[in-house]
Nanobody, 126 residues
Framework: QGQLVESGGGLVQAGESLNLSCAAS????????TAWFRQAPGKEREFAAA????????NYADSVKGRFSISRDAAKKTVLLQMNSLKPEDTGVYYC???????????????????WGKGTPVTVSS
């Protein structure tokens, strides 16, 4: 059982930055791989970034590579997503998700995740 709560979304102009936060209240939260997904209006949910439970392995979708950075604060049970150089196509609801994974791997598929937050909206105007 557990809960994920996202925060930090908002309205920004193209080229600006936003920092999203995912706070977890999960049993043995430190051994969960965590990922950020996003869903634009009328489109399917897609992978954005992932990090393993140790915080030493990350993975990014090609569309955000070089602009987004995912990190983990184990003490605070929080995963952060720093988003720079935002584009209008980054607009959507951003979801945090976790999957129990003590092996140190990362997860990037919707069907592989066990828990989901309710999402935080991000709007990037041109």
């Amino acid at each position: 059982q557990g809960q994920l709560v996202e925060s930090g979304g908002g309205l920004v102009q193209a080229g600006e930055s936003l920092n999203l936060s995912c706070a977890a209240s999960l049993t043995a939260a430190r051994i969960y791989a965590t990922a950020w997904f996003r869903q634009a209006p009328g489109k399917e949910r897609e992978f954005a970034a992932a990090i393993n439970w140790r915080g030493d392995v990350t993975n990014y979708a090609d569309s955000v590579k070089g602009r987004f950075s995912i990190s983990r604060d184990a003490a605070k049970k929080t995963v952060l997503l720093q988003m720079n150089s935002l584009k209008p196509e980054d607009t959507g609801v951003y979801y945090c998700a976790t999957a129990w994974d003590p092996t140190g791997g990362v997860r990037s598929k919707v069907e592989d995740m066990n828990y989901w937050g309710k999402g935080t909206p991000v709007t990037v105007s041109s």
